[in-house]
């Protein structure tokens, strides 16, 4: 406990960390590959470029198992109201990393029928350029989450 | 109100040689055609690098029968139908519809021009039920309603969007890019 | 609800219809139950969820005694066994939602089921999730930038979109293609569908549940698409294939990369023949499941491996051929009930054809230019932009402007992975196309899933929609 030696808030500290590594070595992920980025996202997770390394081949089918969601793919003004439903049914804590340039900004799509970055739709932690971005941009990406994860606090 | 078929714009001198008007003789196929609808043109589109194309451009009167005979003469494969909006050109729409005979290799190209301000035109999926999605896009896309059409509702948009977006008329919807740190917004 | 037009006859004027009067003596409960009904419809007490959804109001299905769509499902046109017209009551049937997202969609597919139990009595597709308003956009790009959207409608087979569209322009140009860049195009366009057949495989196996299949189909994919990123700079959605040619020429050492591809993928073909040909549990699920007949096929356009797996003789290779492609031997394998096994059987036979054509390509690779020499519409050499101000000004007008093309229309199609691939262009002498439409053949296919899945099982439909091998940026654009 916090006495006359310790610094205080050392425990708190500890305890921070440890969770912070838990939530980062079993991130798995919310199925929620729309278009070509989906292609690639599967592509890391098969054998080549191997996400089970770090405890996320798993991808659940409901949100409610999932604590991360990589929108993958272009997100169309039909696709926005799903998306959130989703986001929402997701428990916390959850990230999401938006995959590809569609997904962030809107891509090469600037019209009509698509949301011009879903970070108008949910709150993104982590943004992965590229049409599509390769499996190591997105592992790239991934790995920023977790290092993110792992300098932040539990309660977000 | 004589539904004039459309003026067709093409090259004159170009790479293609075009024919406009009238049924190419000794082509017995298009002969029956021209037979179950006397008001339509044909047209032959030869490129250098291609196989020869047909086109019959025809009436919105005369295009269900027409169409029921391309089946007839064994065009039964359905291959695609879409709209495309001449603005600016009267009659504005068109109905492009590509059937395939197997059985004689060849394509065939049917178009039926549709004025902007009544834009209806006859339903061609009790013929072809392959043309049912592709007529609610058109739908859709464009606002040509097909009489006759079992489920004319809206297919790719949204069901309460307001407007047809492939429309000459309706903005690309582009939103202005800004760069973080950029002076003037581009 | 009010904008959407009255349904039999597409007027937009109509009023809604009002529900039918019943014919029940009144009771109390029936009184009380219409009561809350009708509060429902006034939208007073409707509870926040139900706004929060994702309710689409006309395209949900309609109760059975007038959807008008149904009769046209369930194939007036041609003569289906299965379907019976004595109902059981409604009681009994429950409508279900899969998707858009989903792990066995392949991509934002909705389909609405109508169940008894396990049975499936309607299907119906609801798209537009992945709409992207692509042909909206090519008209506003000019014909050199064309193929950067076009490839990603079908994005597991970017070459074949690129191809139909390019080979659409240079129709309306007439310009004459150098042979190296015709035999370049068939060597990556057939890659392309083994690789995309490949995945076919993968997901086919996932759905189904043999999900080692997964995890080996990207194996030989990714030797493939090792030799796409050396060659065109992408593992995906290429903009390699342009109108005129090509982008670039083959790097040094290909040959090498094509030979490495023809010795190790079937290898890993042959090792998943081994395990899938005669295992019972993927003949139980596959053999007899989905069956379209020809019929079906042609009224409803449906082209490709479907169509050639219930007997069509018909590939566009062979037909009407492009790029040279019939300079080369290779047959075109039928399948004989339209089963999902045939499916499966014919696109393993495909990709070993299509090996054959890489190994042709192989050797007889032609020299010489990969990409027209009309400098009006291909760019010149980058060093000679250095040495003529011609060749400056050329490449300046290709690329702020765009070159023009004159006045026409034409409509190209190719035979992809999926099937017939069309692109319909109209130009009017500009830079920019007046009309790109381009017919996906997974459009028609998703269209044809009610014949496919009427009176299946549940675990049936999983298999047949994974057999048809819909790509939805094809479906939506």
């Given at each position: 406990?916090?006495g006359?030696?310790?610094?205080?808030?050392?425990?708190?500290?500890?305890?921070?960390?440890?969770?912070?590594?838990?939530?980062?070595?079993s991130?798995?992920?919310?199925?929620?590959?729309?278009?070509?980025?989906?292609?690639?996202?599967?592509?890391?997770?098969?054998?080549?470029?191997?996400?089970?390394?770090?405890?996320?081949?798993?991808?659940?089918?409901?949100?409610?198992?999932?604590?991360?969601?990589?929108?993958a793919?272009?997100?169309?003004?039909?696709?926005?109201?799903?998306?959130?439903?989703?986001?929402?049914?997701?428990?916390?804590?959850?990230?999401?990393?938006?995959?590809?340039?569609?997904?962030?900004?809107?891509?090469?799509?600037?019209?009509?029928a698509?949301?011009?970055?879903?970070?108008?739709?949910?709150?993104?932690?982590?943004?992965?350029?590229?049409?599509?971005?390769?499996p190591?941009?997105?592992?790239?990406?991934?790995?920023?989450?977790?290092?993110?994860?792992?300098?932040g606090?539990?309660?977000? | 109100?004589?539904?004039?078929?459309?003026?067709?714009?093409?090259?004159?001198g170009?790479?293609?040689?075009?024919?406009?008007?009238?049924?190419?003789?000794?082509?017995?196929?298009?002969s029956t055609?021209?037979?179950?609808?006397?008001?339509?043109?044909?047209?032959?589109?030869?490129?250098?690098?291609?196989?020869?194309?047909?086109?019959?451009?025809?009436?919105?009167?005369?295009?269900?029968?027409?169409?029921?005979?391309?089946?007839?003469?064994?065009?039964?494969?359905?291959?695609?139908?879409?709209?495309?909006d001449?603005?600016?050109?009267?009659?504005?729409?068109?109905?492009?519809?590509?059937?395939?005979?197997?059985?004689?290799?060849?394509?065939?190209?049917?178009?039926?021009?549709?004025?902007?301000?009544?834009?209806?035109?006859?339903?061609?999926?009790?013929?072809?039920?392959?043309?049912?999605?592709?007529?609610?896009?058109?739908?859709?896309?464009f606002?040509?309603?097909?009489?006759?059409?079992?489920?004319?509702?809206?297919?790719?948009?949204?069901?309460?969007?307001?407007?047809?977006?492939?429309?000459?008329?309706?903005?690309?919807?582009?939103?202005?890019?800004?760069?973080?740190?950029?002076?003037?917004?581009? | 609800?009010?904008?959407?037009?009255?349904?039999?006859?597409?007027?937009?004027?109509?009023?809604?219809?009002?529900?039918?009067?019943?014919?029940?003596?009144?009771?109390?409960?029936?009184?009380?139950?219409r009561?809350?009904?009708?509060?429902?419809?006034?939208?007073?007490?409707?509870?926040?969820?139900?706004?929060?959804?994702?309710?689409?109001?006309?395209?949900?299905?309609?109760?059975?005694?007038?959807?008008?769509?149904?009769?046209?499902?369930?194939?007036?046109?041609?003569?289906?066994?299965?379907?019976?017209?004595?109902?059981?009551?409604?009681?009994?049937?429950?409508?279900?939602?899969?998707?858009?997202?989903?792990?066995?969609?392949?991509?934002?597919?909705?389909?609405?089921?109508?169940?008894?139990?396990?049975?499936?009595?309607?299907?119906?597709?609801?798209i537009?999730?992945?709409?992207?308003?692509?042909?909206?956009?090519?008209?506003?790009?000019?014909?050199?930038?064309?193929?950067?959207?076009?490839?990603?409608?079908?994005?597991?087979?970017?070459?074949?979109?690129?191809?139909?569209?390019?080979?659409?322009?240079?129709?309306?140009?007439?310009?004459?293609?150098?042979?190296?860049?015709?035999?370049?195009?068939v060597?990556?366009?057939?890659?392309?569908?083994?690789?995309?057949?490949?995945?076919?495989?993968?997901?086919?196996?996932?759905?189904?549940?043999?999900?080692?299949?997964?995890?080996?189909?990207?194996?030989?994919?990714?030797?493939?698409?090792?030799?796409?990123?050396?060659?065109?700079?992408?593992?995906?959605?290429?903009?390699?294939?342009?109108?005129?040619?090509?982008?670039?020429?083959?790097?040094?050492?290909?040959?090498?990369?094509?030979?490495?591809?023809?010795?190790?993928?079937?290898?890993?073909?042959?090792?998943?023949?081994?395990?899938?040909?005669?295992?019972?549990?993927?003949?139980?699920?596959?053999?007899?499941?989905?069956?379209?007949?020809?019929?079906?096929?042609?009224?409803?356009?449906?082209?490709?491996?479907?169509a050639?797996?219930?007997?069509?003789?018909?590939?566009?290779?062979?037909?009407?051929?492009?790029?040279?492609?019939?300079?080369?031997?290779?047959?075109?394998?039928?399948g004989?009930?339209?089963?999902?096994?045939?499916?499966?059987?014919?696109?393993?036979?495909?990709?070993?054809?299509?090996?054959?054509?890489?190994?042709?390509?192989?050797?007889?690779?032609?020299?010489?230019?990969?990409?027209?020499?009309?400098?009006?519409?291909?760019?010149?050499?980058?060093?000679?932009?250095?040495?003529?101000?011609?060749?400056?000004?050329?490449?300046?007008?290709?690329?702020?402007?765009?070159?023009?093309?004159?006045?026409?229309?034409?409509?190209?199609?190719?035979?992809?992975?999926?099937?017939?691939?069309?692109?319909?262009?109209?130009?009017?002498?500009?830079a920019?196309?007046?009309?790109?439409?381009?017919?996906?053949?997974?459009?028609?296919?998703?269209?044809?899933?009610?014949?496919?899945?009427?009176?299946?099982?549940?675990a049936?439909?999983?298999?047949?929609?994974?057999?048809?091998?819909?790509?939805?940026?094809?479906?939506?654009?």
């Amino acid at each position: 406990m916090a006495g006359e030696t310790t610094p205080p808030g050392m425990m708190l500290t500890t305890l921070e960390k440890g969770v912070n590594w838990a939530r980062t070595r079993s991130m798995w992920g919310a199925v929620f590959g729309l278009a070509c980025c989906a292609i690639e996202m599967m592509a890391t997770g098969a054998a080549h470029n191997d996400l089970g390394r770090f405890g996320m081949e798993v991808f659940r089918a409901s949100p409610r198992q999932a604590d991360l969601m990589i929108v993958a793919g272009r997100v169309s003004q039909k696709m926005a109201p799903v998306l959130r439903q989703v986001y929402d049914q997701m428990s916390e804590p959850k990230w999401v990393i938006s995959m590809g340039a569609c997904a962030s900004t809107g891509g090469m799509f600037n019209n009509y029928a698509l949301v011009q970055g879903v970070d108008q739709v949910v709150p993104v932690d982590i943004y992965v350029p590229g049409c599509p971005p390769g499996p190591q941009s997105l592992m790239h990406g991934i790995l920023t989450l977790h290092d993110k994860i792992m300098d932040g606090e539990i309660v977000r | 109100m004589t539904d004039e078929a459309p003026a067709l714009e093409t090259a004159d001198g170009g790479v293609g040689k075009v024919r406009p008007g009238s049924p190419p003789p000794a082509d017995p196929v298009l002969s029956t055609l021209h037979a179950a609808a006397p008001a339509s043109r044909f047209e032959r589109f030869e490129p250098g690098n291609g196989p020869a194309q047909d086109v019959v451009i025809v009436d919105r009167a005369g295009y269900h029968d027409l169409v029921s005979a391309a089946h007839s003469e064994r065009f039964d494969t359905f291959a695609d139908l879409c709209g495309v909006d001449y603005l600016g050109r009267k009659p504005r729409f068109e109905v492009v519809l590509n059937v395939v005979s197997h059985p004689m290799r060849r394509r065939l190209r049917i178009r039926v021009g549709i004025p902007g301000d009544d834009p209806t035109v006859a339903t061609v999926s009790d013929v072809y039920p392959g043309a049912n999605f592709f007529e609610r896009e058109a739908y859709d896309l464009f606002g040509i309603v097909f009489e006759g059409h079992p489920d004319l509702t809206r297919i790719l948009m949204p069901d309460d969007w307001e407007g047809h977006p492939l429309r000459k008329d309706y903005a690309v919807g582009s939103v202005p890019v800004q760069f973080k740190g950029a002076p003037h917004a581009s | 609800m009010s904008d959407t037009p009255d349904r039999a006859t597409g007027d937009l004027e109509a009023p809604i219809a009002e529900p039918p009067e019943s014919d029940e003596l009144e009771s109390t409960v029936a009184t009380q139950r219409r009561a809350v009904h009708e509060i429902w419809l006034a939208g007073t007490e409707e509870p926040d969820w139900v706004k929060a959804g994702t309710d689409e109001g006309a395209q949900e299905l309609l109760p059975d005694t007038d959807d008008p769509g149904l009769s046209i499902q369930r194939g007036t046109v041609v003569s289906d066994d299965y379907v019976t017209d004595d109902y059981v009551t409604g009681d009994e049937r429950q409508i279900i939602n899969m998707g858009p997202q989903h792990p066995s969609t392949h991509g934002v597919l909705r389909l609405q089921l109508e169940l008894e139990g396990e049975t499936i009595r309607r299907v119906k597709p609801i798209i537009g999730y992945l709409h992207t308003g692509m042909e909206k956009t090519a008209e506003t790009l000019t014909y050199l930038q064309g193929p950067t959207n076009v490839t990603r409608m079908d994005y597991l087979s970017p070459f074949h979109n690129e191809l139909a569209y390019s080979l659409a322009v240079e129709q309306l140009l007439g310009v004459a293609l150098p042979p190296r860049a015709d035999a370049i195009r068939v060597l990556m366009t057939e890659l392309n569908r083994v690789a995309s057949h490949l995945l076919w495989l993968a997901t086919q196996g996932m759905d189904i549940g043999a999900i080692s299949m997964m995890l080996y189909g990207w194996r030989e994919r990714e030797i493939v698409l090792e030799f796409f990123e050396k060659t065109t700079g992408l593992r995906m959605n290429h903009n390699y294939i342009r109108p005129g040619g090509v982008a670039a020429d083959l790097p040094d050492g290909w040959e090498a990369d094509v030979e490495r591809i023809l010795r190790e993928v079937p290898v890993g073909m042959s090792e998943y023949r081994e395990i899938l040909d005669e295992n019972p549990i993927f003949l139980d699920r596959t053999v007899g499941i989905g069956i379209i007949t020809q019929e079906e096929c042609r009224a409803y356009g449906v082209t490709g491996p479907i169509a050639r797996a219930s007997g069509i003789d018909w590939d566009l290779r062979k037909a009407f051929p492009y790029s040279g492609i019939d300079g080369y031997e290779f047959d075109v394998p039928l399948g004989k009930h339209g089963d999902v096994f045939d499916r499966y059987l014919v696109r393993m036979e495909e990709m070993r054809q299509s090996l054959r054509i890489v190994e042709q390509v192989l050797e007889t690779m032609p020299p010489g230019d990969y990409r027209t020499a009309d400098r009006k519409v291909t760019p010149p050499p980058r060093k000679r932009i250095d040495e003529s101000m011609e060749a400056l000004i050329h490449h300046f007008k290709i690329f702020t402007e765009g070159f023009k093309v004159p006045a026409g229309e034409v409509y190209q199609a190719v035979e992809s992975p999926r099937g017939e691939l069309g692109v319909y262009l109209v130009a009017q002498g500009g830079a920019k196309p007046w009309r790109v439409h381009v017919r996906g053949p997974s459009f028609a296919h998703v269209q044809a899933l009610p014949m496919m899945m009427t009176d299946s099982l549940l675990a049936d439909m999983i298999s047949t929609l994974a057999s048809t091998d819909p790509v939805l940026g094809d479906v939506d654009r």
